[in-house]
């Protein structure tokens, strides 16, 4: 039931989830507009859109605490799709995203989180932290020294303001930042760009629309081929977010849940103008910790989000990107995962390989769905190469029989298949081979030819083969899923025959 | 576990009951002789922030330093709730030996009903009191988790609600439903309720019912040994009369089936057993 929770997932920590839903509003705008801009689009979308997901996630979600809206990750994957087609074409594509995640989550694809690594969701959180910095490069190019003073003090009141005494950890610094240079960039009356050049704002609460796209095939083509990867990006984003929010606060949630719950936000989301998002991996943390950690604190912040960027239009108007490029370098800063760099001598090099692999196929692409593929192919290539270090055959020569016994102990597969076949000495003349597979597994189709070869091979040469213990050794071959909870079958397949 | 003897466990978090909830279980633990177990509980509140930081920013490391932030603190609050619990545990304990018994205690994280479910195969009756420490002292609440529990147990379950008295006169409340059925035939057959007089009391407008259902009850209940059941009919709303009749008769314990209908029907007609659990002034014992 998606409309299901529990009393005090809403009510368990109201004092302490509105504070922390008002603060983590504060820095959702920033990502809504600067996104919406590099989407291409005017920043009401991003902003109705981040209202909009923000509280139907909070409503339906599997991660309570979590904090989902407009985000860069997928804001990145729509700008050729607004710039060929439109924003009624983005519109349409968010409700087939909407609908894509929801069936994913029907059909319970939460679960292929499993094949996603450490180090590939380290990648990916790297890639995301460096894809936000570089989308604020734009407004750092080409401007006059103002901005970067400008940014330069919001840094600055971000990160020394809390060391204020007693109004540091009370007022949320990066309100200090807006606040701040917003009040200075109006005084000094400088010629920076401000959101109001950005595009429109949102002037009234957000209406019903449904996209003005023909509802043909060609439509569909447009569409589909955009709407895959962001459903893909969101769910992976949003899992990820999720596991994070999981660790920090010592509860779990339901992921399978939280794929529907980002499908049905972001359907919502394409009804009401905006664009898709997902979680966000640096707001859910700014929001733990401020101390939110039930559904109250998501739904606090997108409502609190609408009321004062539709009520307080003509500030918002009023304040300089720099200040938004300051909190969302912070959002950067803050996303990315310090651990990783100082532990890189420390993990082993494969692991260090896929993490640095995702980033830079993220980094080259803007798309992190491709990251997490590369990541997850190479962490499962090398894995299959460990594994099949796992193989050895072992002989011994019987003189009286003139025959030569092999014994084959550990993994047999795809990859060790080769090496298998190799260990075997055909140019021995003997009249007999025996091999004792009673210690081996075979694993897949390539394990069974590579085994028809040697035999082949041997017959050739002249000699009686023989083959011990062959039904154990291939009882592993059988794609049998759902014996990991039962001990004995366990046993059978891999213990000690 | 499965060889081991079941046990009567008995759940006390400290609150003013928790003394009268030792005795009954040390009562019960001595007249069917299975061993006493006590069971306190930690709840962690996950729902609640230990943090409130609204300075609002993220910077290298914030992640892990919030993490290694949170899990110290939890650390530090935890390990004083489980000495507290010691504490209750250990001084229930001493309440106990008085009795010459000689209780085991166990110390369980997470909120009741997990921990009885996770124990309940090794339980013979559950103890526990009517209010918690939440609602320490309130006389017309009852404890948050109550229900919950009596739901999700399938054990029968005293109810503790006042201080201890030697039960003598017991009260079975029926109305030959299959789980009024059940409780006739565990007090049939339990040694608990040896040398009790038994009042069989059926709740019934229509007299000739009320007249055949009590016989069969009667007739299950003499076949067991040194009971002596006197059944009385009564009409009227089923939780009045039997309040009024426990006091009349200074019954000291109730044995009744629970919650045999879903939430749902109880949402909406209101469940006997809860009225049952705000009205009655001595405990009640039910059989699931």
Redesign the interface.
Known sequence: MLLLSKK??WL??IR?DV??GT??A??LIPEAIAFSIIAGVDPKVGLYASFCIAFITAIVGGR?GMISAATGAMALLMVTLVKDHGLQYLLAATLLTGLLQIISGYLKLGSLMSFVSRSVVTGFVNALAILIFMAQLPELTDVTWHVYAMTAAGLGF??L??YVPFI????????VCIVVLTGACMYLQLDIRTVGDMGDLPDTLPIFLWPEVPLTWETLQIILPYSVPLAVVGLLESLMTAT?VD?????TSDKNRECKGQGLANIGAGLLGGMAGCAMI?QS??N???????RLSTMVAGVFLLIMVVFLDQWIKQIPMAALVAVMI??S???????SVIHLKQHPLSANIIMLATVITVVWTHNLALGVFVGVLLAALFFANKISHFMYVGSVLDDITDTRIYHVHGQVFFNSSDRFVSNFDFKEAVSKVTIDLTHAHFWDISAVSALDKVVIKFRREGAEVELIGQNEASSTIIDRFGIHDNPEEIEKVMGGH | MTTQQAQVLACIDGSALTESVCDYASWISKKVDAPLKLLHTIN??????V??????????????H??EE?TNL?QQQNKLKMQQGKLILQAATEHIEKNDLFPTSTQRHGDLIEAVIDLEDSVRVLVLGLRGQVHDNQENKIGAKLEAVIRSVHRPILIVNDNFTQPERIMIAYDGSVAADKAVDMVASSPLYKGLSCHLVCVNNNESTADKLLNQATKKLQSAENIEVIPAKLRGKADQELCAYQEKNNIDLTVMGAFSHTRLHDMLLGSFTHKMLVNTKKPLLLLR
């Open positions: 005090q997932d368990g920590n302490g504070l922390a603060v983590v504060l820095a309570p971000i990160y303001f809390p540091g950890k009370v007022l949320p610094s990066p309100l994070i660790d920090l606060t010592d509860t640096g943390i700014i733990v910790k401020s101390g939110g950690r039930g912070m959002v800063i803050g996303t990315f995962s310090w651990e | 962690h509140h996950h729902e609640t922030s943090t409130s930081d609204f300075s609002g920013n993220i910077g290298l490391g914030t992640q892990e919030l993490l949170i939890e």
